[in-house]
């Protein structure tokens, strides 16, 4: 990939500039902060976009030019020896816009737009991701060489993308460990089989034996039934004698607590009956009480109008000493009242004097201001006048006049002559020059050429070693497998006949599993005998006369007889037991390790095995071709050297013609300029300038003088004014109060308020007098608080009389009640007594007729248990038919999870392969170990241009650390002994050498190099600079003016009110048409030899 043009509007301090990137390199300079870094910012900006933004951790508004709407970027690049153009846009708030063209021989075609799906298509023609190998930004340019060797592996590693696979085998472990949880599960599910399918056996026999309880069960229920009918009907009988006997009682008791409550009831109203004689007597003397509350309650609100006009009267005599006191106050305030007159009229007249001189003060201050800005400006021209005279003494060893300085512009003009005839020299020279390149550049093309087929070649001759090897090991690891199982050496035909031993060994094994069944089936049946027999020994045991079979007669004798029959049964089911067991416990083990014998030659792979010994046997056939064609490749890639080497050196000693050319041409361009930096014009200026200035300072000098006089006058007036207002304002507060209190004796009429308090104070005592009160003015709030808690003790006599009255009036009444309680009495008596017989007739005796409920709830609690064991029963049954069934779906969910379990396995051993491929002895181990060596050729293939004496660079990585040492004579020379400009020749050679693998990219831009570098080291770099061909496109930005003779293309950059600007495209930076309208017919025969190689440029890897 090749840059071509770019068209920069509004973007940072760039308002419209256009730029034609040329073959080979080009040196962008500018003083700092001109725009220089914008342009790569906006090359950056129109081949990433998105990514960009996101990476620098950018917004996109603060790019566009202040007052601007917005910006766009404009570039036009070959890739594949396609031209493409790429344009983005960027409205303020609002989202970007892209397009991307490609040119075709109808003109431009549109083939994306939108931010997203240019970014896509980039993505497609460019690798995006590492576009940043091409740019090596400021201060970067050694950042891999003074990398720790740790931190440059990771840098590497990252680069190559190793970083996301091995966070991939990460992630990818976490995720099928789930799987193997799962698989384990499956395999617990599986692993209780055999246990459930006993429990089932056992809940089947369990049935069997609930069942026939049953039977027993329902015999014992009816008997149950029947007896407790019977006990039934005389516990009814009895419990209705009962039900008489208890409803009899209950009468009874509710005569004896109505005879009781009659009884209570006649005692409380006698009672008070002689309560109320009591409250007779006492009544008179309650009614005297009473009148006296009356009369006193009189007497407290007389006191209480009395206490009222007190209250008014005190108010009159607070005012009569409110206006005392301001009498005397006015008294004693009447001598300052002079003085506050006089003190007054001497502020106002220093505020007014103070307020005229204040002006001045304003004046001193403006005048001081005045003359320090004229100075700064005397300095100013000093400045500027000192600076054209040290450049005029640089440039002609002699002092300045102005005389002399008019002279200026005919030197300039005699400079430019000598110049011009320099550059056409040298122009001649590089036509010469120009044309031996271009032939080292097709040279240059076919050795590179070569030198990628050449790696592809070693990349298919590693990758066939690789597979041969892989191969190898598989075979060996089957040959292993194959002499583990059959104890002898393997051979293709023996690994064909495997299918043949795996049938046999699955016969084998089904005619034991089905003799393992027949003779589990009848241990079973045994078994089932046995206890059967034990059963019947246990019941004729302990039978008496009777069979319990068939109930027949059981004399002894026969008993005995039965049960030796029993015995003998039972001994031969037991031999036969043993023998059943003997021959499965034999069957067991020989059946297992068959089994293991079969999986262990299913282990092999015979499929795999026949293919990878064929794959061996074509590759190895491949490696000899491959061989072969490296030694031809060589041959070639010799005879293109010896060419090459001839050019070299006709190319040296044009190169040493036009450095001397250049040498002169540049002393005199150096003369030029700072002869150029010298302004007669402004020195003129400036001399006229700083005469008038002095003028002016001289007058405001003067100016000052009087001002000064006037500001020390305001100054002594102020503190004058300052001590007069602390005597004002002490006055003053006295004269507010001297105010204050005359308006108060004025607004006050005291005669009215003296009247008033005796018409009160008459009034008060005819009241006490009139109602022959106890009290006198001072005391009446005493007197009506003691007759206060007299009323309320009165008040409560009076209330006492009022309850005894209304009680009396019932006194009639009560004595009516008793009588007709006593009568009530003695009626209930005698219904109480006729109760009493009739219970005595029953003859109910409750002792005996809980015995008899005893008898029957033992019938029913022993019907209730039968009832509840059979119920019992009948759910125990279903239980166990429920168990069952649960058993039997457990065994399918077993039978689902084997099925699962085999998947899931496989699934895993995928994943495991899957993931072990992208770990570090995988997939990145491969990219590792072809990464490193084509790196090394690349850097080697750029230092060795540079023409220092070392045998080449050495690149490679180990367990932790990635080294980088040069070679000399079989001496290792580290990077870091290396000196300033051997590390910044290899820095260069290896940032273009990943430009060219990672990025794709042919082209470098390396942004202020010369950062931290003394003038020693800039010079080396500037020459190593020179001599670098290692990229088709080399573009140097720096502030250092020394860069602009490395090159004959270059481009000076420059800012004028903020705005950046191109001086002027040297050599072949001519105008363009920022739409690529240019033809193809117009492309220099050197832009095709770019084109060209460039074409042949392809990435390092595809994965």
């Not at 910006?71 to 991307?100: E, H, P, Q």
């Not at 001399?687 to 100054?715: G, P, S």
Request: with cysteine; hydrophobic share 30%; aromatic share 6%.
């Amino acid at each position: 990939m090749l840059l071509e043009t770019l068209h920069i509007v509004n973007f940072r301090s760039h308002k419209n500039t256009k730029l034609n990137f040329q073959y080979g390199t080009t040196v962008i300079v500018g003083d700092n902060g001109s725009g220089k870094s914008t342009i790569i910012d906006a090359v950056l900006f129109a081949l990433s976009g998105e990514r960009w933004e996101k990476r620098e951790g950018l917004k996109l508004d603060n790019f566009i030019m202040w007052n601007e709407n917005g910006m766009s970027v404009s570039l036009t690049f070959t890739a594949d020896g396609v031209l493409y153009r790429v344009k983005r846009g960027k409205i303020l708030n609002r989202s970007t816009t892209a397009t991307l063209d490609i040119r075709n021989d109808d003109g431009w075609k549109n083939i994306a737009s939108r931010q997203r799906g240019v970014d896509e298509k980039l993505g497609e023609i460019l690798n995006l991701n590492e576009i940043d190998t091409s740019v090596v930004r400021q201060g970067e340019l050694a950042k891999i060489l003074k990398q720790k060797p740790t931190e440059r592996k990771e840098y590497f590693h990252k680069l190559l993308n190793l970083e996301d696979m091995e966070k991939f085998y990460d992630n990818f472990g976490k995720f099928y460990k789930d799987f193997e949880d799962k698989a384990n599960e499956l395999k617990g599910k599986v692993g209780n089989e055999n246990d459930i399918r006993k429990k089932k056996e056992d809940k089947l026999k369990e049935i069997a034996d609930l069942k026939k309880e049953k039977e027993n069960l329902e015999k014992e229920k009816e008997n149950l039934e029947r007896n407790m009918a019977e006990k039934k009907k005389v516990c009814d009988e009895e419990e209705i004698k009962k039900e008489k006997f208890v409803q009899i009682s209950g009468e009874i008791s509710i005569c004896e607590n109505n005879l009781k409550n009659i009884r209570n009831r006649i005692d409380e109203k006698e009672k008070e009956l002689k309560e109320i004689e009591e409250i007779e007597k006492i009544i008179p003397s309650l009614k005297e009480e009473a009148k006296n509350f009356e009369i006193l309650k009189i007497k407290v609100d007389n006191a209480t109008e009395i206490l009222n006009l007190k209250n008014i009267y005190v108010v009159f005599k607070d005012k009569e000493k409110e206006y005392n006191r301001h009498i005397s106050k006015i008294s004693e305030l009447q001598r300052d009242e002079d003085n506050y007159s006089k003190i007054y009229k001497e502020v106002e007249n220093l505020k007014e004097k103070i307020s005229e001189l204040k002006r001045y003060v304003e004046e001193v201050e403006r005048l001081d201001k005045e003359e320090k800005e004229k100075r700064n400006k005397v300095l100013a021209c000093q400045r500027d006048i000192e600076k054209t005279e040290k450049k005029y003494f640089d440039v002609f060893d002699e002092r300045c006049d102005i005389e002399k300085i008019k002279n200026v512009p005919g030197h300039i003009e005699f400079l430019k002559k000598e110049i011009d005839e320099l550059a056409k020299k040298t122009e001649n020279f590089k036509g010469k020059e120009h044309e031996l390149k271009a032939r080292l550049k097709n040279l240059d093309a076919q050795r590179k050429a070569h030198l990628d087929e050449d790696e592809k070649i070693k990349r298919a001759y590693n990758d066939t070693e690789k597979k041969i090897s892989n191969c190898e090991m598989y075979i060996k690891e089957t040959e292993k497998k194959y002499f583990d199982i059959f104890d002898e050496r393997c051979s293709i035909e023996k690994i064909k006949g495997i299918p043949s031993v795996i049938k046999k060994l699955q016969e084998e094994i089904e005619n034991l599993t089905k003799e393992m069944e027949n003779l589990t089936k009848k241990e079973i049946e045994l078994g089932t005998m046995l206890k059967n027999i034990e059963k019947q020994k246990d019941e004729l045991s302990k039978a008496k006369t009777t069979c319990p079979v068939c109930e027949s007669q059981l004399p002894e004798n026969k008993k005995i007889n039965l049960l030796n029959n029993l015995n003998n049964n039972n001994e031969k089911f037991l031999d036969e037991l043993k023998e059943i067991k003997k021959k499965t416990s034999d069957i067991g083990p020989n059946k297992d390790k068959k089994n293991k014998r079969m999986q262990d030659i299913e282990g092999i792979n015979i499929d795999l095995f026949v293919a990878k010994f064929n794959e061996m046997a074509e590759l190895k056939i491949h490696l000899e071709e491959i061989k072969k064609d490296l030694a031809d490749k060589q041959i070639r890639l010799n005879e293109s050297e010896n060419e090459e080497k001839q050019i070299h050196d006709e190319l040296e000693k044009t190169k040493k013609a036009i450095e001397k050319n250049e040498s002169e041409k540049a002393k005199q361009n150096t003369l030029l300029r700072a002869t150029e930096s010298i302004n007669s014009e402004l020195y003129a200026s400036k001399q006229n300038e700083l005469n008038e200035l002095n003028q002016q300072i001289e007058k405001i000098i003067n100016d000052k003088i009087n001002a000064d006089e006037k500001k020390k006058e305001y100054e002594l007036d102020n503190l004058k004014l300052n001590e007069e207002n602390k005597i004002f304002n002490e006055l003053k507060k006295k004269h507010d109060d001297y105010i204050g209190s005359k308006k108060f004796v004025e607004s006050t009429n005291i005669e009215e308020i003296k009247k008033g308090m005796q018409n009160f104070l008459n009034e008060i005592n005819d009241m006490i007098g009139i109602n022959n009160l106890p009290c006198t003015i001072e005391n009446v709030e005493e007197y009506i608080s003691k007759a206060k808690k007299e009323l309320a003790e009165l008040e409560k006599k009076k209330e006492l009389l009022n309850r005894y009255e209304e009680r009396i009036k019932n006194k009639d009444e009560i004595t009516k009640f008793i009588k007709e309680d006593k009568i009530n009495e003695e009626e209930l008596t005698k219904k109480k007594n006729e109760f009493m017989t009739k219970r005595t007739a029953l003859n109910y005796d409750e002792r005996h007729s809980n015995e008899i409920l005893k008898i029957y709830e033992y019938a029913r609690k022993k019907h209730q248990e039968a009832d509840k064991n059979f119920y019992l029963n009948e759910g125990n049954i279903k239980n166990c038919e429920n168990i069952i069934n649960d058993i039997e779906a457990d065994l399918k969910k077993i039978e689902d999870a084997k099925k699962e379990n085999e998947i899931l396995n496989a699934f895993i051993n995928f994943s495991k392969e899957i993931r072990e491929k992208f770990g570090r002895n995988g997939i990145q181990k491969d990219i590792s170990q072809s990464f490193f060596p084509i790196l090394e050729t690349y850097t080697n293939n750029l230092f060795s241009t540079f023409g220092f004496s070392y045998d080449g660079a050495e690149i490679y990585e180990d367990e932790e650390n990635c080294n980088i040492n040069l070679k000399k004579g079989g001496n290792t020379i580290s990077s870091a002994s290396l000196s300033g400009g051997e590390k910044s020749a290899l820095s260069i050679a290896m940032n273009a050498a990943l430009s060219k693998i990672i990025g794709r990219a042919d082209f470098l831009i390396l942004d202020e190099p010369t950062e931290s570098l003394d003038e020693g080291k800039i010079s080396e770099l500037i020459e190593i600079l020179k001599e670098f061909k290692g990229v088709s496109q080399l573009i140097v930005i720096s502030h250092d003016r020394d860069f602009k003779n490395a090159t004959r293309s270059r481009i000076e950059v420059y800012k004028e009110n903020g705005i950046s600007h191109i001086a002027g495209e040297e050599s072949e930076n001519k105008e363009f048409d920022d739409e690529g309208d240019e033809s193809e017919s117009n492309e220099s025969n050197e832009s095709k030899g770019v084109k060209n190689l460039e074409n042949m440029q392809q990435g390092l890897f595809e994965y």
